[in-house]
Nanobody, 122 residues
Framework: QLQLVESGGGLVQPGGSLRLSCAASGFTLDNYAIGWFRQAPGKEREGVSCISSSGGYTNYADSVKGRFTISRDNAKNTVYLQMNSLKPGDTAIYYC???????????????WGQGTQVTVSS
């Protein structure tokens, strides 16, 4: 069984920080790009960030540039999303997905996590 499991979400005040984790079960992430996506109620799912299998390429949505950082630790079979200076507009369910080697492969991905809730509120 091939699974991705997100964790690290929760309730945080504006300006606070969270660190999300995406861990693989049943396969290793060495040859996979990992992307983070989010979806808020009544809105379309949007891409947040992606990191290539080698870690040499990353991208970010304009709305999170300078605030979020994606990284990976293949030895731990885990990808992280460090989220700083959080805003109420960041409130959403955050999902991770895996695509072979490159971020461009994510649209064909069969591997998605169950999501973790991030709520930014006073």
């Amino acid at each position: 069984q091939l699974q991705l499991v997100e964790s690290g979400g929760g309730l945080v005040q504006p300006g606070g920080s969270l660190r999300l984790s995406c861990a693989a079960s049943g396969f290793t992430l060495d040859n996979y790009a990992i992307g983070w996506f989010r979806q808020a109620p009544g809105k379309e799912r949007e891409g947040v960030s992606c990191i290539s299998s080698s870690g040499g390429y990353t991208n970010y949505a304009d709305s999170v540039k300078g605030r979020f950082t994606i990284s990976r630790d293949n030895a731990k079979n885990t990808v992280y999303l460090q989220m700083n200076s959080l805003k109420p507009g960041d409130t959403a369910i955050y999902y991770c997905a895996a695509g072979y080697l490159y971020c461009s492969a994510l649209k064909a991905s069969d591997y998605w996590g169950q999501g973790t809730q991030v709520t930014v509120s006073s």
